[in-house]
């Protein structure tokens, strides 16, 4: 069964601490993404990871970076989280052009 | 850039009632559009997906199509189930779905 998963499921962090976000699947995908969750805005793209060591930025990168050290596991990190960055984050994987994207089951952040 | 619009902020039904959801979108290419399904506490999955203007997905009795000229893509279903209940998002694909552009979503509420 295909499987994306996310750790921590829930998370609070103060302001100006630092946040880091995991994501692993056990499909061997080459493509990994990070999104945000706002109430209203559906879902935006963060960053993209191709494979190992290559990732491009997404449509809201600032603030975000990522780490993909292994094909099964992605990292989003936050240095000095802000309270906009209280978010819903999805990782998501996929095989190949015009495969469909496998979500997780999101990590709910919250900054104070 | 791309972009896609979803008017409908909440749907309320009750079971057998027939719904139907619509967006709109923009873009320069010749897209494939998609609809995810979001259920409390999970990620987004794929509901069904359209690469043809004028085309039919159809995918657990929901269908959709979208129309080249108005620029619209409807989610459809004859007769709505309690279990339909949950967020529809209207989605726009890049060549090859790598990017995908979400719309704000749906909420469908269906009463028993």
């Known amino acids: 069964d295909m499987k994306v998963t996310q750790m921590p499921r829930y998370l609070i962090k103060r302001m100006g601490e630092n946040v880091l976000l995991e994501c692993g699947q056990d499909?061997?995908?080459?493509?990994m993404y990070w999104y945000r969750q706002d109430p209203g805005l559906g879902l935006q793209l963060i960053y993209i990871s191709y494979d190992v060591d290559s990732n491009s930025e997404g449509d809201i990168p600032k603030g975000y970076r990522v780490s993909r050290k292994k094909r099964e596991h992605f990292s989003l990190i936050l240095d000095s989280a802000k309270t906009n960055q209280t978010s819903v984050y999805f990782c998501a994987s996929r095989q190949g052009a015009h495969a469909e994207q496998f979500f997780g089951p999101g990590t709910r952040l919250t900054v104070l | 850039g791309d972009s896609v619009t979803q008017m409908q902020g909440q749907v309320t039904l009750s079971e057998d009632d027939f719904l139907f959801i619509n967006c709109t979108y923009s873009t320069t290419w010749y897209p494939t559009l998609f609809w995810y399904v979001q259920y409390p506490g999970e990620g987004p999955q794929l509901l069904l997906k359209v690469t043809t203007a004028n085309n039919k997905g159809i995918s657990r009795g929901f269908e959709a199509t979208y129309d080249k000229g108005t620029t619209s893509f409807h989610l459809q279903k004859a007769s709505v189930q309690e279990s339909d209940s949950a967020v529809y998002y209207c989605?726009?694909?890049?060549?090859?779905?790598?990017?995908?552009?979400f719309g704000k979503g749906t909420v469908l509420l269906v009463s028993p």
């Open positions: 989605v726009l694909g890049d060549s090859g779905y790598n990017k995908l552009t």
């Open positions: 499909m061997s995908h080459e493509t």
